[in-house]
């Protein structure tokens, strides 16, 4: 079936093209002094190509939507909520709380700057994306991504099932309680990482930042080098095989921990019993 066309029009009213179906919406601005919300609320399978938006709540409740080469300003509040089946490639959204309660959203080689974006989502994919966010991804599940630039305190909090290769993120109290996380060939800055995780596993990454990995369960790193990460791993349950130096390491509960060199292993017996190992990984001859 042929989609119905919409183009080179300037839209400012409440719900303009609510429940619109099957249809192309090309090269249309939704902006103006009627200063209208929820343009395409209740959409299904529409594309939106190289479009404008300045007025909130565009895309709440849409189903089969796709949202191509297109800009959300920061007027757009809340532009996407309560949605499902959607992709989005190439565009810039800077609208506050992008993406809340989706189902299947795949994001691709956009560039969004959006705080609290992604809460209680599921099945998320982003790749070859820029995001700035607070709390991005809050208490998502079933999430994939591969090549993102991530700038934002308080990211990933609450995670179940993901995994992130080949990305750089730059964040503070990232992993927070999440469950079931791999972290692969990717760059993680930030201070306080990976607190009460559960079922997080690093491979071949770069770790910076004061105080990594406390009070974690099923904690796995292999082949990660650490940065400035004094007083890692307290009170945790981890299995670390690490390449370089780790600054200190304080109170690991239990596993074992292998570095080049640590600078400084604290151990309080009097607040916690530990049998975690940890040793000088010995020089090939």
Same mark, same amino acid.
């Given at each position: 079936?042929?989609?119905?066309?919409?183009?080179?029009?300037t839209?400012?009213?409440?719900?303009?093209?609510?429940?619109?179906?099957n249809?192309?919406?090309? =090269?249309?601005?939704?902006?103006?002094?009627?200063?209208?919300?929820?343009?395409?609320?209740?959409c299904?399978?529409?594309? %939106?190509?190289?479009?404008?938006?300045?007025?909130?709540?565009?895309?709440? =409740?849409?189903?089969?939507?796709?949202?191509?080469?297109?800009?959300?300003d920061?007027? %757009?509040?809340?532009?996407i909520w309560?949605?499902?089946n959607?992709?989005?490639?190439?565009?810039?959204?800077?609208?506050?709380?992008?993406?809340?309660?989706?189902?299947?959203?795949?994001?691709?080689?956009s560039?969004? %700057?959006?705080?609290?974006?992604?809460?209680?989502?599921?099945?998320?994919?982003?790749?070859?994306?820029?995001?700035?966010?607070?709390?991005?991804?809050?208490?998502?599940?079933?999430?994939?991504?591969?090549?993102?630039k991530?700038?934002?305190?308080?990211?990933?909090?609450?995670v179940?099932?993901?995994?992130?290769?080949?990305?750089?993120?730059?964040?503070k109290?990232?992993?927070? =309680?999440?469950?079931? %996380?791999?972290?692969?060939?990717?760059?993680?800055?930030?201070?306080?990482?990976?607190?009460?995780?559960?079922?997080?596993?690093?491979?071949?990454? =770069?770790?910076?930042?004061?105080?990594?990995?406390?009070?974690?369960?099923?904690?796995?790193?292999?082949?990660?080098?650490?940065?400035?990460?004094?007083?890692?791993?307290?009170y945790?349950?981890?299995?670390?095989?690490?390449v370089?130096?780790?600054?200190?390491?304080?109170?690991?509960?239990?596993?074992y921990?292998?570095?080049?060199?640590?600078?400084?292993?604290?151990?309080?017996?009097?607040?916690?019993?530990?049998?975690?190992?940890?040793?000088?990984?010995?020089?090939?001859?």
């Amino acid at each position: 079936m042929n989609k119905t066309v919409i183009e080179n029009q300037t839209m400012d009213e409440e719900r303009a093209l609510y429940h619109l179906l099957n249809t192309e919406v090309y =090269h249309c601005t939704f902006a103006g002094p009627a200063d209208g919300e929820s343009a395409l609320k209740e959409c299904r399978d529409v594309v %939106v190509r190289d479009c404008r938006f300045s007025l909130r709540y565009p895309l709440w =409740h849409a189903n089969g939507y796709r949202l191509l080469d297109s800009v959300m300003d920061d007027k %757009v509040r809340a532009p996407i909520w309560y949605a499902m089946n959607g992709y989005m490639e190439n565009c810039e959204i800077t609208g506050v709380k992008c993406l809340r309660e989706c189902d299947n959203t795949e994001i691709v080689g956009s560039r969004i %700057v959006s705080p609290e974006f992604g809460w209680r989502c599921r099945g998320v994919t982003i790749r070859e994306s820029e995001i700035t966010s607070e709390y991005f991804l809050f208490e998502c599940r079933d999430v994939t991504i591969d090549r993102l630039k991530m700038k934002g305190k308080y990211s990933f909090q609450y995670v179940e099932n993901m995994t992130i290769e080949q990305s750089e993120l730059d964040t503070k109290d990232a992993f927070w =309680h999440s469950k079931n %996380v791999t972290v692969r060939d990717s760059v993680v800055k930030g201070e306080y990482l990976g607190w009460f995780s559960d079922g997080l596993t690093l491979i071949n990454c =770069h770790i910076v930042g004061t105080q990594p990995l406390c009070y974690c369960t099923n904690l796995k790193l292999m082949n990660c080098t650490m940065e400035g990460t004094d007083l890692s791993f307290e009170y945790s349950d981890v299995e670390a095989e690490l390449v370089g130096e780790v600054l200190s390491v304080k109170n690991p509960r239990s596993g074992y921990i292998v570095a080049d060199a640590i600078g400084e292993t604290v151990y309080e017996g009097s607040i916690m019993e530990s049998t975690c190992r940890v040793t000088l990984r010995r020089p090939t001859q």
